[in-house]
C-alpha cells in the first residue's frame, strides 16, 4: 500500500466544454464502429453530443469575439453561426459541406429534444432479405435514419472541421481549441506520529 499524506490541495481548472464535448464524440465514434448490441444508441448519443458540442463551440467563440455574447446566447445556433461568422468575415455555405451537415444534425437534435408521438406508415414494396431481417425492418423518423456510424463520424469530421477553420479565422491559436488543462499545488501537513505530548 503507497503511503499516504495529508495535504493541501488547491485546484483550479477552466473548464473548455467544447474539448470535453468534442473527447466524448470521439470515443462515442469508437464505440460505434464496433457495432455491439444495442449500437444505435450510440449513434443517437452521437447525434446528441455532436450538436452539444458544436452548440459549446459557438459559445465559446462568441463570447470571445463579442462582449455582448450573453444577451444573445437564447439565439439559435444558426443565428450564432451567422453573427460570429459577420464578425470574422467567414463565409458560411449550408449548400455543401461541412456546413451542410449542420443542417441535418440539428433537425435531429430537435426532433430527439422536442420529441412528440409520430405514426410512421410505410408504403409495402417487394423486399429480400431473411424473415428475421424482413420482421426487423421498421419505418424510420428522419433522425433515426441518421443514426448510422457513417453520418455520426461525418458530423465529427464537419463539426470539428467547421470549429478549426472559424477558430483559426478569429485569429486564435488552434492549440488552445481542444486544451483541456488543470493546473494544481500541493503542501504536505506535517505528520504528528513520534510527537510527545
Known amino acids: 500500500?503507497?503511503?499516504?499524506?495529508?495535504?493541501?490541495?488547491?485546484?483550479?481548472?477552466?473548464?473548455?466544454?467544447?474539448?470535453?464535448?468534442?473527447?466524448?464524440h470521439?470515443?462515442?465514434c469508437e464505440n460505434l464502429r464496433e457495432q455491439r448490441s444495442g449500437h444505435q444508441y450510440e449513434s443517437m448519443s452521437c447525434l446528441i453530443v455532436a450538436a452539444f458540442k458544436f452548440e459549446a463551440f459557438l459559445n465559446d467563440i462568441g463570447s470571445r469575439l463579442l462582449p455582448y455574447w450573453d444577451e444573445i446566447d437564447r439565439i439559435s445556433h444558426r443565428n450564432k453561426l451567422a453573427v460570429i461568422a459577420k464578425q470574422i468575415d467567414f463565409p458560411v455555405d449550408y449548400s455543401k459541406r461541412p456546413f451542410q451537415t449542420l443542417i441535418a444534425?440539428?433537425?435531429?437534435?430537435?426532433?430527439?429534444?422536442?420529441?412528440?408521438?409520430?405514426?410512421?406508415?410505410?408504403?409495402?414494396?417487394?423486399?429480400?432479405?431473411?424473415?428475421?431481417?424482413?420482421?426487423?425492418?421498421?419505418?424510420?423518423?428522419?433522425?433515426?435514419?441518421l443514426c448510422t456510424l457513417?453520418?455520426?463520424?461525418?458530423?465529427?469530421?464537419?463539426?470539428?472541421?467547421?470549429?478549426?477553420?472559424?477558430?483559426?479565422?478569429?485569429?486564435?491559436n488552434i492549440n488552445e481549441l481542444r486544451s483541456r488543462g488543470m493546473s494544481y499545488s500541493m503542501s504536505s501537513i506535517p505528520s504528528s506520529r513520534g510527537k510527545q505530548a
Open 26 to 28: 470521439f470515443v462515442l
Open 150 to 172: 457513417s453520418f455520426a463520424e461525418q458530423a465529427y469530421t464537419d463539426t470539428e472541421q467547421i470549429a478549426d477553420k472559424l477558430w483559426v479565422a478569429a485569429g486564435y
Open 105 to 145: 444534425l440539428f433537425d435531429a437534435r430537435n426532433e430527439l429534444a422536442h420529441a412528440r408521438p409520430q405514426s410512421l406508415v410505410q408504403t409495402a414494396k417487394e423486399e429480400s432479405g431473411t424473415p428475421e431481417e424482413l420482421r426487423r425492418r421498421k419505418p424510420l423518423t428522419k433522425w433515426e435514419s
Open 1 to 24: 500500500m503507497a503511503n499516504c499524506t495529508k495535504s493541501i490541495v488547491p485546484r483550479e481548472r477552466e473548464v473548455n466544454m467544447f474539448a470535453e464535448l468534442s473527447h466524448g
